[in-house]
Structures are given as structure tokens and as C-alpha cells.
């Protein structure tokens, strides 16, 4: 069964600092990978994707991901966070069918 | 904005009763999903559709839960004898149809309802 890990729950930041979300997924074939975001009184909305090809994809507000396929991750990357970026962040994997597996989100504060 | 919409946002009910919720798509999009959210968790699929056939259902779907398209459109997810435990967010979700056989494309996702069952 597919299953969707996020490494941590709550992550407490300083504007300017840097970001790395871990992300691991368990799923043997192929799969489309995304990660999602919900800012405070906002719908959940894609944050950036991937399907195939370059495993690094870049994604809105300055994010990016790498897809590891040997280490089953992709985890979300920012150089320099906003207090604007917090929200919380959600990894998801889609793979042999039509049903896609979320993980439990990451909470995200940036402190202004 | 012609976003994803649901309706109602919130419904608060008594353990027992049954209540329906309506989803609208974006008007161009042939897939839609329906997702249940608690707190603390990701959204944990329930069912999709492709048009008006539901094409998946989740293990976790029991048999008082059931969901429509009847017209490849707008989708109802119903509760029948309602239970604390159904209490949650219930996420809508549309998508087109991806150029790429197999793959799932970007999901577009509604406000949600939250339902309190007392």
C-alpha cells in the first residue's frame, strides 16, 4: 500500500533562514509527486509537481524539489523563507491508479 | 472566480441523521475527488470520478457513505446515519484529465464542509 511520510509536524523558522521539508513516499512503480500548500484561510493549492524527466522542479514562490527516486523522497527546499510562507505544507503521491495518498502536513511559522 | 465550490461550508447535525453535501467542479474539468480531513492529518481519499463514473472507492468508504455525478457535473457525497466519527472536513477536489496515460494532474481543491456530529 502507498504510504506518504512527513518528517516533521511543526517547523518554527526566522525570516531569511532556509528550508528543507523531508518527504518519503513508499510505492514501487511509478509516481507523480506533489507537494501542496495551505496558507491560513486559504484552500489547499499545488506548490510545484513532478511527472517526469528533471528530478529538481521548481515551483511557485521561490520552491523547489528534488525527486531521489534510489532514496523514495522529495523533499521541498526554499533558500530564504518569508513570514508570508507560513502555512502548512502537505507532500503527495500519486501512483498506480487514480487515488492520491497525502502525508500529514507540516505546520510552518515564520518569525518576522 | 470559477474555482472549485462547496456547499454548505459547515453543517452541524445529531448523531443518526443524514446529511448531503454538493460539490461544483470547475465547469471544464472530468475529474473529481472527494477527500475527508481531521485535524492534525492530510486529506485521506475517499472517491473519485471520471465524468459520472466513479471509477475508485476507498476501503475506508463504509456503506452509509455514497456519492453521485449523475451528469458528469456537480457531485453530492451523502452520510447516512450519521456518527461522532464522521466528524471532519470533507474536501472536494477537480482536475483535467491529463495529456499523460496514468498520471494524475494538478487537483484544484474547493473551501471544504466541516461537519460536527453531536
Known amino acids: 500500500a502507498q504510504s506518504v511520510s512527513q518528517h516533521n509536524h511543526h517547523v518554527i523558522l526566522s525570516e531569511a533562514a532556509s528550508l528543507e521539508l523531508g518527504c518519503n513516499y513508499s510505492?514501487?512503480?511509478?509516481?507523480?509527486l506533489f507537494w501542496y500548500v495551505q496558507y491560513p484561510g486559504q484552500h489547499l493549492q499545488l506548490l510545484l509537481k513532478?511527472?517526469?524527466?528533471?528530478?529538481l522542479v521548481k515551483g511557485i514562490k521561490g520552491f523547489e524539489a528534488e525527486f531521489i527516486k534510489s532514496k523514495f523522497s522529495f523533499n521541498l527546499r526554499k533558500p530564504s523563507v518569508q513570514w508570508s510562507d507560513t502555512a502548512e505544507y502537505f507532500c503527495a503521491v500519486a501512483g498506480g491508479g487514480f487515488k492520491t495518498i497525502f502525508g500529514a502536513g507540516t505546520r510552518l511559522f515564520v518569525k518576522a | 472566480d470559477t474555482g472549485v465550490s462547496q456547499d454548505p461550508r459547515h453543517k452541524i447535525t445529531k448523531r443518526g441523521q443524514n446529511v448531503t453535501f454538493r460539490c461544483d467542479p470547475i465547469s471544464e474539468h472530468n475529474r473529481l475527488y472527494w477527500y475527508r480531513q481531521t485535524l492534525g492529518q492530510g486529506p485521506e481519499f475517499l472517491t473519485y470520478f471520471q465524468n459520472e463514473a466513479q471509477l475508485e472507492k476507498s476501503r475506508l468508504l463504509s456503506d452509509r457513505f455514497s456519492a453521485e455525478r449523475p451528469k458528469g457535473s456537480f457531485s453530492t457525497l451523502e452520510i447516512q446515519r450519521t456518527e461522532q466519527g464522521d466528524s471532519a472536513m470533507y474536501l472536494c477536489?477537480?482536475?483535467?484529465?491529463?495529456?499523460?496515460?496514468?498520471?494524475?494532474?494538478?487537483?484544484?481543491f474547493g473551501p471544504g464542509t466541516r461537519l460536527t456530529v453531536l
Open positions: 513532478y511527472f517526469s524527466g528533471d528530478p
Open positions: 510505492y514501487g512503480g511509478t509516481v507523480n
Open positions: 477536489a477537480s482536475s483535467p484529465t491529463s495529456g499523460v496515460v496514468g498520471s494524475t494532474d494538478t487537483q484544484y
